[in-house]
T-cell receptor, first 111, second 115 residues
Framework: QKEVEQDPGPLSVPEGAIVSLNCTYS??????FMWYRQYSRKGPELLMY????GNKEDGRFTAQVDKSSKYISLFIRDSQPSDSATYLCAMSGTNAGKSTFGDGTTLTVKP | EPEVTQTPSHQVTQMGQEVILRCVPI?????FYWYRQILGQKVEFLVSFYNNEISEKSEIFDDQFSVERPDGSNFTLKIRSTKLEDSAMYFC?????????????FGSGTRLTVV
């Protein structure tokens, strides 16, 4: 079993849709949870980060962590064509330790 | 906005040759990392570096790999004798000591092609 499993996609939605991106994990030591956006042949760009369980909102993005279910989600409201990218979840056990990444979900938002 | 800068953006090398990938992390960051991403695969951890020494390394980071911070700004990854399977995007990342930001800032990567 992989430590981090990410919904594989690809995902294609119309502009304005609500997008849900999800990851599950098996390592109960993970306490720090991140979402990155990656454009083709570029480095990942940090979108959201949360510690332990709970919700965090930043503009159109909401990150949710449910440690009891070992499940994290990223919601994108009012999706835009510029949101088209690959989204990576990542997790770590300490705040400066290595991160374990999911495989990524490629999202296309159609105008 | 501060950036992590990586050079070169693309390097082609012969199998068996040594390569050095260079990174300039954000100036007030204290933790440094190298990750790699083979085409179409996930981002994989290679090594972390703090206080002038390796703090953690993966199974991938074998004796062929080494890291250095030769001066106050640069952070390098050296592969001594490249193999075909070393072909990948190599990303440098850094983060500050600030306790409320758990994510990294990544560079744009170096695409290494071993032929």
């Amino acid at each position: 079993q992989k430590e981090v499993e990410q919904d594989p996609g690809p995902l294609s939605v119309p502009e304005g849709a609500i997008v849900s991106l999800n990851c599950t994990y098996s390592n109960s030591a993970f306490q720090y949870f991140m979402w990155y956006r990656q454009y083709s042949r570029k480095g990942p760009e940090l979108l959201m980060y949360t510690y332990s369980s709970g919700n965090k909102e930043d503009g159109r993005f909401t990150a949710q962590v449910d440690k009891s279910s070992k499940y994290i989600s990223l919601f994108i409201r009012d999706s835009q064509p510029s949101d088209s990218a690959t989204y990576l979840c990542a997790m770590s056990g300490t705040n400066a330790g290595k991160s374990t990444f999911g495989d990524g979900t490629t999202l296309t938002v159609k105008p | 906005e501060p950036e992590v800068t990586q050079t070169p953006s693309h390097q082609v090398t012969q199998m068996g040759q040594e390569v050095i990938l260079r990174c300039v992390p954000i100036s007030n960051h204290l933790y440094f990392y190298w990750y790699r991403q083979i085409l179409g695969q996930k981002v994989e951890f290679l090594v972390s570096f703090y206080n002038n020494e390796i703090s953690e390394k993966s199974e991938i980071f074998d004796d062929q790999f080494s890291v250095e911070r030769p001066d106050g700004s640069n952070f390098t990854l050296k592969i001594r004798s490249t193999k075909l399977e070393d072909s990948a995007m190599y990303f440098c990342a850094s983060r500050s000591r600030s306790g409320d930001n758990y994510g990294y800032t990544f560079g744009s990567g170096t695409r290494l092609t071993v032929v």
